[in-house]
């Protein structure tokens, strides 16, 4: 999938480009390869993003460790500004105060637009946070074992008898 150069962009009919998607994902491990479709518009000064796409993924399940498949459905739309960037002040500072309204997603009017970083990052978003091969998952099943009724190293002698005598 390449890269979209937003000023051809407008150059498109209806300014729109429809990327169609049928391939893995760099970096996104699926047992199918991703299918679906992702769609570009542009509106003077920002980008309209659809992505409809699906795939199966091998989870493991936080309570029994188990690996399931999971089908994950992407479908969503974004928008994204069209801003030229500013240079940045202190480009060493760790650490600086960002007002509210710049945290929106923001692309260079004269730059790319990549689709396949982009239906990365939705992927991303899609999985579920909370990973259950079952809603009933008990989980692993620990067996308790029987306590040695005399130790077996002797020198925890002393301890198993302290042990014992805060226990009665």
Known sequence: MAAIYIPQLVRSPEQTERVPVNDYLPDLLTLTPVQGEVRVTHH???LEVEG???SIVTLSCDRCLQQYNHRIVVDTAELIWLEKPEPDPEPDLLEREIAFEDLVETLDPEGYFQPLEWLYEQFCLAMPPRQLCDPQCRGI????????SQPIDQRWNSLQSLRDHWQN
């Open 52 to 54: 409809h796409a699906e």
């Open 44 to 46: 003077g000064n920002y």
């Open 141 to 148: 099943q620990v067996e308790d074992a029987p306590a040695p």
